[in-house]
């Protein structure tokens, strides 16, 4: 599977920007797709994942309420919807694709390559 995740820009705090992934291949339904972030200086971190049918979803307590993660498996694409966005939202997004049976927040199999999301005060 190969992911490539766009829609990262510049927004003011308390915006939106809804990212994008598109993935290839034929079996993109049957994986569980996450959302990752890497602020400048610290580690990789989960911020949302949703299982093959769009069904069950998980998210990040520091995004609960604000980000919505969906899926199109016709389209093979998944999208982080984020609202209310906060300064240290600013980071690296990272789509990414699991085999696991259930939604993790770990060991992803496969990943896109990020794109850059920043949040100005």
């Known amino acids: 599977v190969q992911l490539q995740a766009s829609g990262g820009g510049l927004v003011q705090a308390g915006g939106s920007l809804r990212l994008s992934c598109a993935a290839s291949?034929?079996?993109?339904?049957?994986?569980?797709m996450g959302w990752f972030r890497q602020a400048p200086g610290k580690e990789r971190e989960f911020v949302a994942a949703?299982?093959?049918?769009?069904?069950?979803?998980d998210y990040a307590d520091s995004v609960k309420g604000r980000f919505t993660i969906s899926r199109d498996n016709a389209k093979n694409t998944v999208y982080l919807q984020m609202n209310s966005l906060k300064p240290e939202d600013t980071a690296v997004y990272y789509c990414?694709?699991?085999?696991?049976?259930?939604?993790?927040?770990?060991?992803?199999?496969?990943w896109g390559q990020g794109t850059l999301v920043t949040v100005s005060s």
């Open positions: 291949g034929r079996t993109f339904s049957m994986y569980i």
């Open positions: 990414a694709a699991d085999s696991h049976r259930y939604i993790r927040r770990y060991n992803y199999d496969y």
């Open positions: 949703i299982n093959w049918s769009g069904g069950s979803t």
